[in-house]
């Protein structure tokens, strides 16, 4: 239905796919409003007869603060909820694997791209949505992410019930030496910086000069698995921001002080498809590659990073032309900087 250039969505439309619309706002929403909304609402609290609830949850933070560096809290039911499978069916999110993974020994899975707000590295890592539990027997995975993602009050425990941990060292530590075996570190290795050049139609990776987890695999002789994300970047677009640019510019300043990005990105609306918040419907497809054994050398060298480093890159190309033609557009080309 189009009303004077605003496309609206149909009056009647099945339950199942209102019900994908409603998780995928959950999830949007989430992702921009319920931290601030979080601590507003505490303070809010403040001055209510509810005002010992806000103090109540600042003593519980106080006590339970450092759990998302040491293994999060992971609760199964709540990975298992039913709204993370229409999550992954609004797009829809798929889940590919090319090689097993041994549940007596842990993983560093590099993921790619980052895109705006890494819908699929949610669903697959930090939920049931794809049945990652089915597909990789006894492994656990564990997002990883910055950790002011877990200082925004009441959002910070259902991220934590995902098994998401802060990617902190400290915590990337304790995940591979006290939480036993079959534990999977899933690294956004992109990160904020990268989140500004996800145009639709481009991959454009932020890799080499991270290194920090290669020397990490080394240090434990965990082995690193590549993973890549087909249609990560054209879930929304974002306003032109070449590098040089001076929107790029300020944007590139703000992650540097704030320690995240800030992306000017649209995409659908709840009733409408012209503009909104909400990502658009196209598949999204991840691929998790072969592990790259890796030999334990608690002190490597700066030449031994490097040359790990470049095999990881290699193996990640690979993995991505192994799979570009059947899950990703024509045409699509990986940039590496």
């Given at each position: 239905m189009n009303i004077m250039g605003i496309e609206f969505a149909p009056l009647r439309i099945p339950l199942a796919r209102r019900l994908q619309t409603l998780a995928v706002l959950y999830y949007s929403s989430s992702f921009i409003f319920f931290g601030a909304g979080g601590i507003l609402l505490c303070i809010f609290m403040l001055f209510t007869r509810l005002y010992y609830l806000p103090i109540l949850y600042a003593a519980w933070f106080a006590y339970d603060h450092s759990v998302c560096n040491k293994g999060g809290r992971p609760w199964k039911w709540v990975r298992n909820w039913r709204i993370w499978k229409y999550f992954r069916d609004y797009f829809p999110i798929r889940l590919v694997k090319t090689a097993e993974l041994d549940p007596n020994k842990n993983y560093i899975l590099g993921y790619h791209p980052h895109g705006i707000m890494c819908a699929g590295a949610f669903c697959n890592f930090a939920t049931e949505g794809t049945n990652f539990s089915e597909?990789?027997?006894?492994?656990?995975?564990?997002?990883?992410?910055?950790?002011?993602?877990?200082?925004?009050?009441?959002?910070?425990?259902?991220?934590?019930?995902?098994?998401?941990?802060?990617?902190?060292?400290?915590?990337?530590?304790?995940?591979?030496?006290?939480?036993?075996?079959?534990?999977?570190?899933?690294?956004?290795?992109?990160?904020?910086?990268?989140?500004?050049?996800?145009?639709?139609?481009?991959?454009?990776?932020?890799?080499?000069?991270?290194?920090?987890?290669?020397?990490?695999?080394?240090?434990?002789?965990?082995?690193?698995?590549?993973?890549?994300?087909?249609?990560?970047?054209?879930?929304?677009?974002?306003?032109?921001?070449?590098?040089?640019?001076?929107?790029?510019?300020?944007?590139?300043?703000?992650?540097?002080?704030?320690?995240?990005?800030?992306?000017?990105?649209?995409?659908?609306?709840?009733?409408?498809?012209?503009?909104?918040?909400?990502?658009?419907?196209?598949?999204?497809?991840?691929?998790?590659?072969?592990?790259i054994d890796v030999e334990k050398n608690e002190n490597p060298t700066d030449e031994e990073v490097n040359s790990l480093h470049s095999r990881y890159m290699e193996e990640l190309q690979n993995l991505f032309n192994e799979h570009k033609d059947k899950y990703g557009k024509p045409g699509l080309n990986l940039q590496i900087s």
């Open positions: 597909i990789f027997p006894q492994i656990k995975p564990h997002l990883l992410t910055l950790e002011c993602q877990f200082l925004f009050p009441f959002h910070r425990e259902l991220f934590l019930c995902s098994g998401a941990c802060s990617v902190s060292k400290d915590s990337m530590e304790w995940l591979l030496t006290k939480e036993g075996k079959g534990n999977a570190l899933v690294l956004v290795i992109g990160g904020a910086v990268e989140a500004l050049d996800a145009h639709p139609g481009t991959v454009n990776l932020v890799l080499k000069r991270r290194k920090g987890f290669i020397r990490l695999a080394l240090r434990h002789g965990v082995p690193l698995v590549p993973v890549f994300c087909f249609g990560e970047n054209d879930l929304f677009d974002q306003v032109h921001n070449p590098d040089g640019s001076w929107l790029r510019k300020v944007q590139d300043k703000l992650t540097h002080r704030l320690g995240f990005s800030p992306p000017l990105f649209y995409g659908r609306g709840v009733f409408q498809y012209n503009v909104g918040y909400l990502p658009y419907r196209k598949p999204v497809t991840t691929v998790v590659g072969r592990p």
